[in-house]
């Protein structure tokens, strides 16, 4: 089964921009659809984008559009997901996620990192 481990994230100011990573091992990431998630405080795990097994298709919450951005580097075996203009109703901790299928719901999805800490102060 694969697994993934999220980094990048930190304490950053609002308008600042952000990269974060999700290398994946025992398993490859254009065999799964990825996906990122986030959840913050008191709050249920929302999703924010996912990308098909062969990077053609990409999905984002709507209100994720235009500043979260996901791709994919199939030679490292890494997904990313840029985040632009932060604001700080973006603090959260940041999930990457694999899927045998096209989902948006945390539930269709099998395999989970441990998350990334994405603090944006004002």
């Known amino acids: 089964q694969v697994q993934l481990v999220e980094s990048g994230g930190g304490l950053v100011q609002a308008g600042d921009s952000l990269r974060l990573s999700c290398a994946a091992s025992?398993?490859?990431?254009?065999?799964?659809?990825m996906g990122w998630f986030r959840q913050a405080p008191g709050k249920e795990r929302e999703f924010v984008a996912a990308?098909?097994?062969?990077?053609?298709?990409?999905y984002y919450a709507d209100s994720m559009k235009g500043r979260f951005t996901i791709s994919k580097d199939n030679a490292k075996n890494t997904v990313y997901l840029q985040v632009n203009s932060l604001k700080p109703e973006d603090t959260a901790v940041y999930y990457c996620?694999?899927?045998?299928?096209?989902?948006?719901?945390?539930?269709?999805?099998?395999?989970w990192g441990q998350g990334t800490q994405v603090t944006v102060s004002s």
């Open positions: 996620a694999a899927s045998r299928r096209v989902a948006t719901t945390t539930t269709m999805y099998d395999y």
């Open positions: 990308m098909s097994r062969n990077g053609g298709t990409i």
């Open positions: 025992g398993g490859t990431v254009s065999t799964y659809v």
